[in-house]
């Protein structure tokens, strides 16, 4: 079936420590994003990419970084940076407006 | 910045009655609005959209109305069933990108 994985469901980060969440799409869309979503809060852009080796900052990147290496892939790194990372992180893609997502990964701090 | 404002943040509605959340946009070059619905540990899922050239649009008990002049829209769900309990997300968008705003979203409870 034709999707949006994201790995893992569940991340617990120790202090000091950079994780990395995947984000794997085979629906074939040029653009990808990653949002954090925080209790009672809506979606916050932290980057897009709207093609291949290329991406932009969102509203919140500060802490953060990607890759677009592959069309299917935009793995998101949180850094040690990033000082309150607890947060559910939402990956989508899309080929034209409409943004498909994926199901999350919930990141703790240990 | 484009900022969405989403109204109200939680609703409780019985079995059958209708449910209305309403959504203002600052950016009057926001010409896209799309509705997600999201369930408890899922990513929100697309259940309408509508587009500034038409001022309402139905897909069976959903619906979706957009007042260019006020900046704002609503979504409309009709004959509400318990399994229509979600958090419900506004988010709009202009020409110049596929970025959206999000709404803050809308915990709507349906009591059976």
């Known amino acids: 079936d034709g999707g949006i994985t994201q790995s893992p469901k569940y991340l617990f980060r120790k202090e000091g420590q950079n994780v990395t969440l995947s984000c794997e799409q085979n629906?074939?869309?040029?653009?990808m994003y990653w949002y954090r979503q925080d209790p009672g809060q809506g979606l916050r852009l932290i980057y897009y990419?709207?093609?291949?080796?290329?991406?932009q900052k969102g509203d919140i990147a500060e802490g953060y970084s990607v890759s677009r290496e592959k069309k299917e892939s935009f793995p998101l790194t949180v850094t040690s940076a990033q000082k309150n990372p607890t947060a559910f992180y939402l990956c989508?893609?899309?080929?034209?407006?409409?943004?498909?997502f994926g199901d999350g990964t919930r990141l703790s701090i240990l | 910045g484009e900022n969405v404002e989403q109204h109200p943040s939680t609703l409780s509605v019985q079995e059958g009655d209708s449910a209305v959340i309403k959504c203002t946009y600052s950016?009057?070059?926001?010409?896209?609005f799309p509705w997600y619905k999201q369930e408890l540990g899922k990513g929100p899922q697309l259940i309408i959209d509508?587009?500034?050239?038409?001022g309402e649009k139905k897909d069976q008990r959903i619906a979706v109305t957009l007042n260019k002049t006020a900046k704002h829209f609503s979504l409309h769900i009709t004959e509400t069933q318990p399994e229509d309990s979600a958090v419900y997300f506004c988010?709009?968008?202009?020409?110049?990108?596929?970025?959206?705003?999000f709404g803050s979203g809308t915990r709507l409870l349906v009591r059976p």
């Open positions: 988010a709009a968008s202009g020409d110049s990108s596929y970025k959206l705003i």
């Open positions: 950016d009057s070059a926001s010409n896209y």
């Open positions: 509508i587009r500034s050239n038409v």
């Open positions: 989508a893609s899309s080929m034209s407006r409409t943004q498909h």
């Open positions: 990419s709207q093609i291949v080796n290329d991406f």
């Open positions: 629906l074939n869309h040029d653009a």
